[in-house]
């Protein structure tokens, strides 16, 4: 059978909530702050966000006071407001500047996972990578591990197809694999998978907690493993 393993970056592979804070803050702020009660709320809401545009909506929330949960959903749906797109401009030139100016800082920022610990040292093959992450940064991440991978589809990629399941379907039909194997910690990103063809599984190690949500099969490292060994 051929099987390609769809793996989400943030959440997944990495733990960047850090560097997501630190960037976020700086970009909305437009200076370095320091401040321990919004920081405490980006942490406990930070499985609401998907691309980095919807950062800005929860900083927004955060620093406005309002109930981040059914604000951030009601800002969402709106789409990309023009406060919002100018954000995530400005959020990944910081990124970029910042990897430029002191990378062994900012990787520290990104450590991996219990997860991407077992993707650096099995290096199983058929991995793609889906990440609502930008490109550079991405690629300098997994460059930096050593993770063995067919392609890294980050934000600016992904942004043409709407979804990470529309992307995911359009490999699907566009090739002659048999399944895919998609792993997020977003349950919102697993739900725009439509192909029957492509099985999904949520990792609860990241930032969206599971939660009453029995529409999808847990991901473990040894599910994993086995699911690989099982379907060479």
Not at 167 to 195: A, P, Q
Request: hydrophobic share 40%.
């Amino acid at each position: 059978m051929k099987i390609l393993y769809a793996l989400d970056l943030d959440g997944v592979i990495i733990d960047s909530i850090e560097e997501c804070y630190i960037n976020s803050s700086l970009t909305f702020h437009g200076k370095k702050t320091v401040n321990k009660a919004e920081k405490d709320l980006f942490y406990k809401y930070r499985g609401e966000v998907g691309p980095a545009f919807e950062y800005y909506f929860l900083m927004f929330a955060i620093n406005s006071g309002l109930d981040i949960k059914k604000n951030m959903r009601k800002m969402i749906s709106k789409g990309l407001i023009e406060e919002a797109k100018e954000f995530e401009f400005k959020f990944f030139e910081n990124r970029n500047k910042i990897i430029a100016n002191d990378f062994k800082s900012w990787i520290k920022l990104n450590p991996l996972t219990d997860f991407g610990l077992f993707l650096k040292k099995k290096k199983p093959k058929n991995v793609i990578i889906v990440t609502t992450k930008n490109n550079f940064a991405a690629k300098r991440i997994i460059s930096f591990y050593n993770i063995e991978v067919q392609k890294v589809y980050g934000n600016e990629e992904l942004e043409p197809y709407g979804s990470k399941g529309a992307l995911l379907n359009h490999l699907m039909l566009n090739s002659t694999l048999d399944e895919i194997v998609f792993i997020d910690d977003s349950i919102k990103h697993l739900e725009t998978v439509k192909n029957r063809g492509i099985s999904c599984y949520f990792a609860d190690w990241g930032y969206e907690k599971y939660q009453e949500c029995d529409k999808y099969p847990l991901a473990t490292i040894d599910l994993f493993n086995s699911y690989v060994n099982s379907k060479k």
